[in-house]
């Protein structure tokens, strides 16, 4: 199959003569992925190896900014159509022009990509008809007002209606329908081992300095360290941030960092029954849940300390906060500092609300998905024991861990949420809007917060155009559910990179680890 793959790229003009002309380039990732069709699977690690192959039709710069991509502009014509121009001169990599028609294929595509364990549709349910003004013209129409329709379109890849119409996901994994507009050329995926691509000379955009990219999948922290310090890798993520100072204390490499899209939070269980995994100090289940009591939330929030979570366990490799966008981001709020750690004062709202002695808790975490999670978790155990919450943790697996806690199994979890719209639409709306299957409002919100007032302002916000005016609105309804305590806010982590001298790297917010990001030093 490799040779077959490899064969196939240089039939269609890969250039592996140009690329073995130019410098290299090795990388180690954690994440393995669990396709490359491009809209199979709304995960992170596979939208941004799709990154290299498929662009977008708008880009999103290192800190999320919005960029033009294969879309030159936009515009809203109304407050139901958007009008985008594209780019001209733009071919395929098999030297096919990109044209309106393609975009309109995508847009009936990705929400529909047969078995996709996580739709595109997200991003595309609010589109009701796409129209093809010309060759580089196109329009998209709404039901009702949509002011985020360039931030939606930047989260998926084009793909092209001449290789995809009749391709299944398999004829994407096995590089018969890789033929994309991106910087790079698909080459071979190994699952479980490496995907290998080549620069494109025909890009758009400018050729990229890499003639040859590697990308290795190693799961293991230590394993990506053992190869960047052989010299076998020039770039690895998820640098442990235990090795941070080892690694910054090495003249041959150096870390990369910037502060992550990605909130850490802890849900309780807001349902009116009897939560399973809380009970009295002699091990009866308690007939009340104690977190529907907003004293109790204010207690658990307050019992975190989070500058120590920040210092001790995060190895300074976060930033603490009191709300779900990070710091001086669309919809941040200085009107929300982290909680102050106020142990006393966690036991006194305890009392106040009926639990002078407390009461018995276990939360629940993974072990292999967030930075530190187990230990996150453990020190959560601590924190909310001092306050009179006798808490025991049970660290699962992330498979495990996501199917109990989507099926409300747990009392208390640990997770984490990545904004890769950069705006409060997307937790807010994700997170906190009371569940609805139908709408697919709430659809990460395990904890099933629900507040009608809230609810209206996550859809007032999304059906107000102007900029300014809409973050207003989505800064009310986070005052609104931070003061609720729908979730508790622990920390944003800081993403981190390590790198051989020689090369550098410029940090995303988003977690991705793109070639693209890497240059030859000077």
């Not at 793909?159 to 391709?167: D, I």
């Not at 053992?226 to 090795?243: E, Q, R, S």
């Not at 806690?405 to 990545?418: L, P, T, V």
Request: charged share 20%; glycine share 6%; hydrophobic share 40%.
């Amino acid at each position: 199959m490799r040779r077959l793959l490899l064969a196939c790229a240089l039939l269609s003009g890969i250039g592996l003569q140009d690329a073995a002309a130019q410098p290299n380039l090795r990388i180690a990732v954690e994440a393995e992925i669990t396709s490359v069709d491009p809209h199979f699977h709304n995960l992170a690690p596979n939208k941004a190896v799709s990154a290299h192959f498929f662009d977008a039709l708008i880009l999103q710069d290192p800190e999320q900014r919005l960029l033009p991509g294969l879309a030159v502009s936009w515009r809203a014509i109304d407050d139901t159509t958007w009008e985008f121009k594209l780019r001209e001169g733009v071919t395929w990599h098999d030297g096919s022009p990109f044209t309106a028609d393609d975009v309109a294929f995508t847009i009936g595509r990705a929400p529909s990509v047969p078995n996709s364990p996580s739709s595109f549709g997200l991003y595309i349910r609010q589109i009701a008809e796409t129209t093809v003004v010309d060759a580089h013209t196109i329009r998209f129409r709404s039901a009702s007002a949509f002011p985020l329709m360039p931030v939606y379109l930047s989260t998926f890849g084009i793909v092209s209606r001449k290789h995809g119409a009749s391709a299944t996901t398999a004829d994407y994994n096995e590089g018969r329908a890789m033929i994309g507009t991106g910087p790079y050329r698909f080459v071979s995926w190994t699952r479980g081992d490496n995907i290998v691509m080549t620069r494109n000379p025909t890009y758009w955009g400018g050729v990229q300095p890499w003639g040859t990219v590697t990308m290795r999948f190693v799961r293991s922290p230590a394993s990506r360290v053992a190869a960047l310090l052989a010299g076998d890798v020039d770039v690895i993520d998820a640098l442990p941030t235990a090795d941070i100072q080892r690694i910054e204390r090495n003249t041959r490499f150096q870390v990369s960092r910037a502060i992550s899209n990605r909130n850490m939070y802890v849900f309780v269980d807001h349902l009116e029954r009897q939560s399973p995994f809380v009970a009295d100090r002699q091990g009866r289940p308690l007939p009340v849940n104690p977190f529907r009591d907003l004293r109790v939330r204010r207690a658990v929030s307050m019992a975190i300390n989070r500058d120590a979570m920040v210092s001790r366990v995060m190895d300074g490799a976060a930033e603490a906060t009191g709300q779900v966008m990070p710091r001086n981001w669309f919809g941040w709020t200085p009107t929300l500092p982290p909680p102050t750690f106020d142990v006393d004062g966690a036991k006194r709202l305890l009392a106040e609300a009926g639990y002078p002695d407390g009461f018995n808790l276990t939360i629940h975490c993974s072990n292999n998905r967030y930075v530190n999670d187990e230990r996150i978790c453990q020190a959560l155990g601590q924190m909310l024991t001092r306050a009179g919450i006798q808490t025991q943790v049970q660290a699962l697996p992330f498979a495990v861990w996501i199917t109990g806690a989507s099926r409300q199994d747990y009392s208390m979890i640990f997770g984490g949420w990545g904004i890769d719209t950069a705006e409060p639409s997307s937790p807010l709306g994700s997170l906190l809007a009371t569940y609805d299957r139908a709408t697919g409002q709430g659809a990460s919100n395990r904890s099933r917060y629900s507040n009608p007032a809230l609810d209206r302002m996550v859809a007032e916000g999304l059906a107000t155009m102007d900029d300014a005016a809409r973050q207003q609105v989505f800064i009310r309804a986070t005052e609104l559910a931070m003061n609720d305590v729908g979730l508790v806010p622990l920390h944003h982590q800081v993403n981190l990179w390590a790198v051989r001298r020689g090369v550098t790297h410029a940090a995303r917010a988003d977690e991705w680890t793109l070639a693209m990001s890497v240059t030859p030093a000077n």
